[in-house]
């Protein structure tokens, strides 16, 4: 019997994982736009900071990371000084780190500029450096020497394909030979348009696109999946292929059993970016830990649906996976765990985004409170709103309030297109939030002015801003509770 999404969720335990793949770095610019070139008919990006993150296979393993598996991840890198700074990147997403240096060769890495608009950040140009040879004999022989040792007690292999050298036939192989011999799933996220050098993975995970370029089929619709899916079975000789058709879901096709096609949950899409690498995480921790090739794909559909609603690769904590699968038939919950939103704001920032905080009780929401966030979400990329639980209105607004239980006022705010999460809090003020959440952008209403605004300190500290967003006149809760004689 196949069980619930959310029954598989509870079963995850902490699997020792391996990601094998493309290393490199991704670097954010960001600064704002004031004026044309002289010199040629081009922005002029004034910056103002400048980030760094693990990009490629290491994005597949921050995401095996945050959900909670052991994950070593093992690559090839450059004799530069860009490689130096992997280790602390690695170390800081709780990834253990296995790279071969290979004299002569350039660390692959894509430089992202973003210009600060009104209405959020626009990434205005890209620049990559890299080496996309394929590693050399002598490098090849250290790569293997290193996976005979990280392959030790793995329950689970993730192959992140970026075609940057790295995954000779020797390396895939070799990855392949282990997964036959201790019995543990090899997964592949796949690249280019030749599968059969994927012969011997369990599974691969390509996208639409990839799928047909290697088949020759067109996936439009199910019926397109389900046909490249058995081809791809048949030149790969998977135990099964999951084809992920983005917005509209996946496809999965076991050898020797029907297709099954697991829809998306409607919702609003962002950016698909990352959402395959969140599909191979889910897949490659269910397998690990017991879950059919049915189980772990719908979960990790659940996890892919959750991140395109985040602009950029934003690693999915266990529970905002469980807060949605609760949530279903209830409009889509962005509720997020107390205990995860310090991570997740950091996760924010470090994609380059600028996070935005906002708090209230939001009981008896009216227009007031719709134009309110609306204009909170505009100074920034991402909005964060803390809520207060019941026994905190309570205490602030008197023994008949709140009228509508937390719950609902999560489920509300979630409706709403500018919230992108709900933290809830018990505290009397959000101060405590707030330096979790370190927001560069701390909203309130105009009424605020001469009251003091609670966390003004932390965040102006760290070079952020406070502003005062104009109220709509005559609208509150109080008033509508008043008219209904409450």
């Known amino acids: 019997m196949t069980r619930t999404p959310a029954e598989i969720l509870a079963a995850l335990g902490a699997p020792r994982l391996v990601v094998v793949g493309d290393l490199m770095v991704d670097r954010y610019v960001q600064g704002v736009v004031e004026r044309i070139s002289p010199e040629a008919p081009i922005q002029v990006l004034r910056a103002q900071s400048e980030t760094e993150r693990l990009g490629g296979a290491a994005s597949v393993a921050a995401d095996v990371a945050v959900l909670g598996a052991r994950t070593t991840l093992v690559g090839a890198v450059g004799d530069d000084a860009l490689a130096l700074r992997l280790p602390d990147l690695a170390r800081a997403l709780g990834v253990e780190l296995v790279a071969v240096a290979e004299a002569g ?21 890209r620049v990559d450096t890299e080496t996309t040879a394929p590693i050399t004999q002598a490098t090849e022989a250290q790569v293997l020497a290193r996976l005979e040792q990280a392959l030790v007690g793995a329950q689970g292999v993730l192959v992140s394909d970026y075609a940057k050298g790295l995954l000779t036939p020797r390396v895939l192989e070799s990855l392949f030979a282990f997964g036959r011999r201790a019995g543990v799933p090899v997964l592949v996220d796949p690249k280019g348009e030749r599968f059969e050098r994927y012969r011997g993975a369990t599974c691969i995970t390509p996208n639409r696109t990839e799928a047909a370029r290697a088949t020759g089929v067109e996936v439009k619709d199910v019926a397109g999946a389900e046909r490249a899916a058995a081809r791809l079975l048949e030149q790969t000789g998977c135990a099964f292929v999951l084809v ?101 704001a950091a996760r924010e920032r470090a994609a380059g985004r600028r996070v935005v905080f906002t708090n209230g009780c939001f009981d008896v929401l009216h227009a007031g409170h719709v134009r309110f966030l609306a204009a909170a979400r505009a100074e920034g990329d991402v909005l964060v709103v803390g809520l207060n639980d019941d026994g905190s209105v309570q205490r602030l607004k008197g023994a008949t309030r709140p009228v509508h239980p937390v719950s609902d006022r999560v489920d509300v705010l979630s409706a709403l297109s500018s919230v992108d999460h709900v933290v809830v809090f018990a505290e009397d003020t959000p101060e405590l939030l707030i330096r979790d959440v370190l927001p560069e952008v701390l909203v309130k209403g105009q009424d605020w002015a001469d009251k003091g605004v609670v966390g003004s300190e932390v965040v102006k500290a760290r070079g952020g801003r406070v502003v005062l967003v104009p109220l709509l006149e005559g609208r509150s809760s109080t008033k509508t509770i008043e008219k209904l004689g409450r």
């Not at 430089?111 to 140009?125: C, D, K, P, S």
């Not at 017991?290 to 999915?316: C, D, F, Q, R, Y």
């Not at 038939?329 to 310090?342: H, P």
């Open 105 to 125: 060769r350039r660390t692959t890495l894509k430089t992202r500029h973003l210009a600060q608009r009104h209405a959020g950040t626009q990434q205005i140009l």
């Open 244 to 344: 992920t058709l983005d917005r509209d879901g996946m496809y999965v096709k076991e050898a020797g059993r029907p297709g099954r096609y697991i829809a998306s949950t409607p919702r609003e899409v962002f950016d698909v970016t990352g959402a395959g690498d969140m599909v191979l995480a889910v897949l490659a921790l269910g397998l690990a830990c017991g879950a059919s090739p049915l189980e772990a794909a719908t979960l990790a559909n659940v996890a892919a649906g959750l991140e395109v609603e985040h602009v950029g690769v934003v690693p999915i904590t266990r529970s905002e996976i469980g807060a949605r699968l609760a949530s279903e038939g209830r409009g889509g919950s962005k509720q997020v765990a107390r205990a995860d939103i310090a991570a997740l």
